[in-house]
């Protein structure tokens, strides 16, 4: 028997997701798209260019919810098809684990992730990707930047909502800050 998450029938209208998100956290995963080389340390890492609600444009990881019934894996897949086309050949292990949890808050000042729209908790992965990568969906361009560039004062003042910190934190975990 095969497993299928109907993702189409998981989707809430904007007037539900509305109510919900004033009501109950939401869950979330991001991931932190990378490079490696053939020992397996991280070399590039990809940042989203995106068109904030606001209007405003900011760099990004990618991040979405998880669906009813959908489970992590398929959540991680699903987003980062969305967000770096068909052939990104994204390296997810049978059972990934997060390398932390990030949880966003309406209120900046309440954990340093910042959502406008709700209370989120965020599952957090670092992904190695090897296939070719595009931008897609609502996404407007996508850059490789080397570890050292992604943690620059340039490139992290072009990223919101406490973002910046989750690339800093990935690098760390995967071992490439001290």
């Known amino acids: 028997m095969t497993d299928v998450t109907d993702v189409q029938s998981a989707w809430l209208t904007a007037e539900d997701l509305e109510q ?57 897949l699903r987003h980062i098809e969305k967000d770096l086309g068909g052939v990104a050949l994204p390296q997810i292990p049978t059972n990934p684990a997060p390398f932390t949890v990030a949880e966003y808050f309406p209120d900046p000042e309440v954990s340093g992730f910042h959502d406008p729209r709700q209370h989120a908790v965020s599952l957090v992965y670092v992904v190695p990707v090897k296939g070719d990568c595009a931008p ?19 490139v992290r003042a072009e990223m919101t909502g406490g973002q910046d910190v989750l690339v800093q934190l990935a690098l760390a975990h995967a071992g490439v800050l001290s």
């Open 20 to 76: 919900i998100r004033e009501r109950l956290p939401i869950v979330y995963v991001d991931a932190i798209p990378v490079r490696v080389d053939d020992a397996g340390r991280v070399v590039k890492i990809g940042l989203l260019l995106r068109g904030r609600p606001d209007g405003s444009i900011s760099r990004a990881v990618i991040s979405g919810r998880v669906l009813y019934g959908e489970r992590i894996r398929d959540a991680l």
């Open 136 to 154: 897609s969906q609502d996404a407007l361009d996508l850059v490789w930047l080397t570890p050292a560039e992604a943690i620059s004062q340039n």
